[in-house]
């Protein structure tokens, strides 16, 4: 190998690697030391009734979190104009006012949820006892605000009773109600990873440079490491991989009129058809459900459609395996690569519902190629899999007909997940494309990135199903020529 | 350039190829998976040194085809070993990797490099390729509408622009009408008396005698002579009558 060539190679790595690491820490930074969640709320069932001077309404809960930052509960007029404030004050178990938000009553519609944000985030610390407690400085009978509260939760169609421990439970005036304040907490937690990204991502950089280091020597001895033969293979297939890559994408749509426009049409007219289904039949509380069903199509089609292809790459290739020396997983690699041209078509009318429906376009899209990766990864492997049983085993194209089917109603693609029962779901996320699925949901929709967990639950799931299949493949590719 | 020591290569043959799980598992069940073992190749050792030409003869299923698979990288040897140095390339089968939906501009592309030549080889010899087919416009039209003649004429053209280190030919190929037929087998000879490593196997002793620097006799998987063109040729042709 051409030493200056790698010198070349592993600058450029180095490079892209630090613009990597730093892109990533401006548009993933506060995700890495911050992380944002909030309180399940109760259903409301009753007012506590009129909040006058002199009334307080107290709530006490645990910290579950660092941070405070806002409220929102539902507050009724009595569908009157009035013009006191309700006070909200996070106290201490010391009872020390912690701070304090107030609601002015003139700008409150009756029975909306409402906003109370505190200037500055109440510090908390997890584990310990503190209250909200509600009064108003101004309130008197005929002009006063209400709140409410309850003892049920609601999943999916089901009101559920919950257990609330005597001490939780709200107080009026000293007095325990019977329920829950209907209140959501607005919380952030401090996560230790976005302290040592720096070091993390420097020792990293290091090692990757050590490595390069590495390979500059073993050149120089002429020692030949597997990545230098990686990257020879590479250098010596690439056109014979791009020349196959463009036959697929060629032919698969010479014959239609619309030819390419397929690729756009098809993900669109399947998410209309969907869209109509399921939010007319099935009324899905989903925000944005378009775009919800629009990523989980776009994926699942992809990953459908490059395992269909390498499913039957080796089979379908058998004239050529049996005649010409290439190497054999040049075939599925090829199948799934022009899938994925597929899957960057697709990716436009991705956008254009994304701009259409007012998704924010926020600079966490960048980490998209990521998603994109992971599942190019977890399909090759599957693929890589299903094409050696397939030597095998002709059966395997109909049975994978079956399971894709199935793969595609266990993964949540037109549902939410959260109609999946507590009792299956580690049995549940057992599926690598639901974390797929919801690293890409959570950067399109929510505009943030994912929690660092999800990126490593990516990797895991896409990478060891590679190296099975690749394995598999590997130690059954002799074989191959005997059996086509 | 081409060692091979000891090569071989062992199939095993059921009666009914099975060819789906519910058969396996049945068969298996029945205890009626039968294998035959059947030697396609045994003990095969030869060593071709750098611009040699090496014929191989024998009857029909001698393992003839089998050892330029093994050569060429196809297929494994069940045991013993081939080493070679160099790019092979294989002219087997012409049209293997033809997609009769790409027109010929393309096709010749893709079967190019699936042969293993460059991008930069394949632009610089175009012009070479298209003409020596004598396809003119056709070029740009898809393989689904060219006469047979046509395709195997492309085939040929691609198949030979090739300056390989080894070259396999299994028999001369001599495709088209009368004088395309007489331009290919001259190519053919160009390219094999041109200084390269060759491997060729034909049935045609004549052709052998005129070209083989060493030739091997295969039957039935054995090595039966191998050494001198005229000795072993006349050997074989005394064992035929």
């Known amino acids: 190998m051409d030493i200056d060539k790698l010198k070349k190679g592993c600058f450029y790595a180095l490079i892209c690697y630090m613009v990597l690491a730093v892109t990533f820490y401006l548009v993933a930074g506060e995700q890495l030391r911050f992380k944002y969640s909030q309180t399940d709320t109760i259903t409301p069932a009753q007012p506590v009734g009129e909040i006058v001077q002199g009334v307080e309404v107290r709530q006490p809960f645990v910290a579950q979190a660092d941070e405070l930052l806002s409220?929102?509960?539902?507050?009724?007029?009595?569908?009157?104009?009035?013009?006191?404030?309700?006070q909200l004050a996070i106290v201490n178990d010391m009872d020390e006012i912690l701070a304090c938000t107030e609601i002015s009553g003139q700008y409150v519609i009756d029975n909306t949820i409402n906003n109370a944000i505190f200037a500055e985030p109440v510090q908390l610390k997890q584990g310990e006892n503190y209250s909200l407690v509600i009064s108003s400085p101004d309130g008197a009978p005929g002009n006063a605000l209400t709140v409410w509260f309850g003892n049920t939760v609601t999943t999916a169609r089901l009101e559920i009773a919950k257990q609330i421990a005597p001490e939780r439970q709200l107080l009026l005036n000293g007095q325990p109600l019977d329920g829950e304040l209907h209140c959501q907490m607005n919380l952030?937690?401090?996560?230790?990873?976005?302290?040592?990204?720096?070091?993390?991502?420097g020792g990293l950089g290091i090692l990757l440079a050590a490595y390069c280091l590495y390979l500059l020597r073993a050149v120089k001895n002429g020692r030949i490491s597997i990545v230098l033969r990686l990257i020879a293979a590479f250098q010596r297939y690439d056109y014979l991989l791009r020349q196959l890559i463009a036959r697929d994408f060629k032919t698969k749509y010479k014959r239609s009129i619309l030819g390419v426009f397929w690729s756009f049409l098809n993900p669109l007219l399947t998410m209309s058809v969907q869209y109509v289904v399921f939010s007319t039949l099935f009324k899905s509380d989903i925000p944005n459900f378009a775009l919800y069903l629009l990523i989980g199509i776009v994926c699942f089609n992809f990953f459908s459609e490059a395992v269909g292809m390498a499913l039957t790459s080796i089979v379908g290739n058998a004239a050529l395996i049996t005649k010409v020396y290439v190497p054999k997983y040049i075939y599925p690699v090829s199948r799934v690569l022009s899938s994925t041209v597929n899957l960057l078509l697709s990716l436009i009318p991705l956008f254009a519902?994304?701009?259409?429906?007012?998704?924010?376009?926020?600079?966490?899209?960048?980490?998209?190629?990521?998603?994109?990766?992971?599942?190019?990864?977890?399909?090759?492997?599957?693929?890589?899999?299903?094409?050696?049983?397939?030597?095998?085993?002709?059966?395997?194209?109909?049975?994978?007909?079956?399971?894709?089917?199935?793969?595609?109603?266990?993964?949540?693609?037109?549902?939410?997940?959260?109609?999946?029962?507590?009792?299956?779901?580690?049995?549940?996320?057992?599926?690598?494309?639901?974390?797929?699925?919801?690293?890409?949901?959570?950067?399109?929709?929510?505009?943030?990135?994912?929690?660092?967990?999800?990126?490593?639950?990516?990797?895991?799931?896409?990478?060891?199903?590679?190296?099975?299949?690749?394995?598999?493949?590997?130690?059954?590719?002799?074989?191959?020529?005997?059996n086509l | 350039m081409i060692k091979a020591d000891k090569v071989s290569v062992k199939y095993l043959m059921t009666y009914d190829r099975v060819k789906s799980i519910k058969e396996y598992l049945v068969q298996l069940v029945k205890g009626k998976i039968q294998y035959e073992e059947f030697w396609a190749l045994k003990n095969i050792s030869f060593e071709v040194k750098r611009g040699e030409?090496?014929?191989?003869?024998?009857?029909?299923g001698a393992g003839k085809s089998t050892l330029l698979k093994v050569i060429s990288?196809?297929?494994?040897?069940?045991?013993?070993?081939?080493?070679?140095?160099?790019?092979?390339?294989?002219?087997?089968?012409?049209?293997?990797?033809?997609?009769?939906?790409?027109?010929?501009?393309e096709n010749i592309f893709l079967n190019g490099s699936i042969l293993g030549y460059s991008e930069k080889f394949l632009k610089e010899k175009y012009d070479e390729i298209v003409e020596f087919s004598e396809l003119g416009q056709f070029i740009d039209v898809p393989l689904r509408n060219y006469s047979s003649g046509m395709v195997m004429r492309l085939a040929f053209s691609i198949a030979t622009m090739v300056q390989p280190d080894i070259l396999i030919v299994d028999e001369i190929l001599a495709v088209g009408d009368a004088d395309f037929?007489?331009?290919?087998?001259?190519?053919?000879?160009?390219l094999m008396g041109g200084g390269t490593t060759v491997l060729f196997v034909s049935h045609s002793l004549e052709q052998i005698r005129e070209m083989c620097d060493k030739v091997i006799w295969l039957d039935h998987g054995q090595m039966k002579m191998i050494g001198d063109t005229q000795e072993v040729c006349d050997a074989y042709a005394g064992g035929m009558e």
Not at chain 1, 71 to 86: A, E, F, K, Q, V
Not at chain 1, 188 to 201: E, H
């Open chain 1, 71 to 86: 409220l929102s509960l539902r507050i009724s007029t009595y569908g009157r104009d009035n013009s006191c404030h309700l």
């Open chain 1, 188 to 201: 952030g937690t401090y996560l230790w990873y976005g302290d040592f990204y720096w070091f993390f991502a």
């Open chain 2, 73 to 105: 990288g196809i297929l494994k040897p069940t045991s013993g070993s081939v080493k070679v140095n160099g790019v092979v390339v294989p002219m087997l089968e012409l049209g293997s990797g033809f997609d009769f939906d790409l027109t010929g501009r």
């Open chain 2, 181 to 190: 037929k007489e331009k290919s087998k001259k190519r053919m000879l160009e």
């Open chain 1, 353 to 482: 519902v994304m701009l259409f429906t007012g998704a924010a376009v926020r600079p966490a899209l960048l980490l998209l190629p990521f998603g994109l990766f992971c599942l190019l990864v977890f399909s090759l492997g599957v693929g890589m899999f299903l094409a050696t049983t397939m030597v095998f085993f002709r059966d395997t194209q109909f049975l994978w007909g079956v399971v894709s089917m199935l793969w595609m109603y266990i993964t949540p693609i037109f549902y939410p997940e959260s109609i999946i029962p507590d009792s299956i779901m580690p049995l549940y996320k057992c599926n690598p494309l639901y974390h797929i699925v919801r690293f890409i949901r959570i950067i399109m929709m929510d505009g943030v990135s994912p929690e660092p967990k999800a990126y490593c639950l990516c990797l895991l799931v896409s990478f060891i199903p590679l190296l099975l299949g690749a394995f598999i493949f590997k130690k059954q590719q002799d074989k191959f020529v005997l």
């Open chain 2, 53 to 60: 030409v090496l014929g191989i003869i024998g009857h029909n």
